[in-house]
């Protein structure tokens, strides 16, 4: 028998659940930083609480659910990050907060999938070495010389123009992961399929060759959506092996991750060309280069820096921002001699100063919320005044003095 527990919230606690002991050994191996399993006076019953993890996980005997404590369209908006909202909606399938998410997720990954694919798999050249009948591109002639009882079929090295390239490994593997969740609804499963037919001659690739992203060209830049979200779903999805048969299937988003990721690219795409985010950028923090740091946004016209920020999706149970979200923002903003910090929030519950000055620095700290509790046009909105600030700061703008200790480079 499986326990399907009812969905619990980003953050939030399950009740009492009696588990068995495989089952609750398998929990509390496939949750890692995922789900928090608490013990209670029995030992036969626990409490599992959800972090800032969202999705599902599956083990033998029991599915927990997690839901984003944001809207599913804008949920899907930070997931599809460049993909606007519609493309979502289907004559059989449109998105509410009361919708699946795993069968949401899998459902988009795939119209991006089939979208792309529609008119064909791009092909590209691949060097291979076969044995041939035919000499057919370069005869291998040391092998030939080492082996020459084979001159039947020499080895020849060429270039294969096929659609087994590692975009559409990518895109393959990516169709497979969604189809080993158990949960999946019969549609969405169909739909899989259906794309996946597409595939045939493609090879079958672990998840992990594609964990790098590929270079956009012009042959496969209507590939990139499709692709950039299922490297996503492929890091989302686990697949865990314990003794025998048991296995843990997963398909969890880190929220945190996420929003950091989605904030990055909305303002570089609302930046370009006069400015440029860099994202996850190694920073010296002190002379002798033994300590690096890593700031979320990095702004740069050119080669200059001009701005340092830090994305926190605080929308825990406390909605606070923690210390260390300024203290990191300050450390950025010193070592790179930069006047003023943005720290971007969302942040439903209890929202922070919107300005703090640094003691005996004069440093500023510019705190902005993006609210992903109302509707997509006015997440936009939040976007384009976001974008707007760091064009005014990048300027110089926005009221701020440059404290002389920056000035003077002291």
Do not use: K
Not at 189 to 201: Q, S
Not at 229 to 256: I, T, Y
Not at 339 to 350: I, K, M, Y
Not at 377 to 401: H, I, K, Q, T, Y
């Amino acid at each position: 028998m499986t326990i399907e527990l009812a969905p619990i919230p980003e953050h939030g606690r399950s009740g009492p659940v009696r588990l068995s002991r495989e089952t609750r050994a398998a929990l509390v191996t496939a949750a890692g930083e995922r789900l928090v399993i608490h013990a209670t006076a029995d030992p036969d019953v626990v409490t599992i609480g959800a972090t800032s993890w969202v999705g599902a996980l599956a083990v033998p005997g029991l599915v927990v659910r997690v839901t984003p404590r944001v809207s599913v369209t804008n949920f899907f908006a930070m997931l599809g990050a460049g993909v606007a909202p519609d493309a979502f909606d289907h004559e059989h399938v449109t998105w509410s907060d009361t919708d699946e998410l795993i069968d949401g997720v899998a459902y988009f990954a795939i119209r991006l999938i089939d979208s792309a694919t529609m008119r064909g798999l791009v092909h590209g050249y691949v060097a291979r070495e076969e044995r041939m009948r035919m000499i057919r591109g370069r005869l291998l002639v040391e092998e030939f010389a080492r082996r020459p009882w084979s001159a039947a079929e020499p080895q020849c090295r060429f270039d294969d123009f096929t659609a087994d390239i590692a975009e559409n490994q990518l895109l393959r593997c990516t169709l497979q992961a969604i189809l080993s969740w158990p949960q999946l609804a019969p549609h969405v499963r169909r739909e899989a399929l259906r794309v996946l037919g597409r595939f045939e001659g493609v090879a079958d690739t672990p998840a992990t060759r594609h964990t790098t992203p590929l270079p956009i060209t012009r042959l496969n830049e209507h590939y990139e959506d499709a692709m950039r979200l299922s490297r996503l779903v492929l890091q989302a999805m686990s697949l865990s092996h314990e003794a025998g048969d048991q296995q843990a299937n997963s398909l969890m988003v880190d929220m945190d991750d996420l929003f950091r990721r989605w904030i990055g690219q909305e303002l570089d795409v609302r930046l370009a060309p006069e400015l440029r985010i860099q994202r996850d950028q190694d920073v010296w923090l002190d002379e002798g280069r033994a300590v690096t740091m890593a700031p979320d946004l990095v702004v740069r016209r050119g080669s200059e820096v001009v701005l340092v920020g830090d994305a926190r999706y605080s929308m825990g149970a406390d909605g606070y921002l923690a210390s260390r979200d300024y203290l990191e923002l300050v450390a950025y903003t010193t070592a790179m001699a930069l006047p003023t910090g943005l720290l971007v929030h969302c942040n439903s519950q209890r929202a922070p100063e919107s300005e703090i000055v640094i003691r005996n620095a004069g440093t500023r700290i510019l705190c902005r919320p993006i609210r992903l509790d109302g509707s997509y046009a006015g997440v936009c909105r939040s976007l384009d005044a976001l974008a707007g600030l760091v064009r005014e700061l990048a300027d110089g703008r926005g009221g701020l003095e440059v404290p002389e200790v920056v000035r003077t480079g002291a």
